[in-house]
Nanobody, 122 residues
Framework: QVQLVESGGGLAQAGGSLRLSCAAS????????MGWFRQAPGKEREFVGR???????DYADSAKGRFTISRDDAKNTVHLQMNSLEPEDTALYYC????????????????WGQGTQVTVSS
């Protein structure tokens, strides 16, 4: 049974930082791309960024220059370092696993976590 468990969410002030983690189990982690998505109240789920199975990364425009995704295949964990947070970053953040490459589309991912809440105050 595949499980993805996010952690590290919470309350931050604008300009601050948070580091989200996603621990995976039940899959061959090193073979999967890991994506981060977010969903704010009343909005659709949106792509934040991804890291492929070989370590390539790409980000949504809103995340470029502020967010960094990294992975630790030895620990089956992916991280999302978020700096220079803005109130617009407030959302429920999800990690997702998709075989090899993933993409910016949610449909490319087979497994999803339950999400961790990030709230940024102004």
């Amino acid at each position: 049974q595949v499980q993805l468990v996010e952690s590290g969410g919470g309350l931050a002030q604008a300009g601050g930082s948070l580091r989200l983690s996603c621990a995976a189990s039940g899959l061959t982690f090193r073979s999967y791309a890991m994506g981060w998505f977010r969903q704010a109240p009343g909005k659709e789920r949106e792509f934040v960024g991804r890291i492929t199975w070989v370590g390539g990364v790409d980000y949504a425009d809103s995340a470029k220059g502020r967010f960094t995704i990294s992975r630790d295949d030895a620990k089956n964990t992916v991280h999302l370092q978020m700096n220079s947070l803005e109130p617009e970053d407030t959302a429920l953040y999800y990690c997702a696993a998709g075989y090899r490459w993933g993409s910016s589309q949610a449909g490319s991912y087979d497994y999803w976590g339950q999400g961790t809440q990030v709230t940024v105050s102004s």
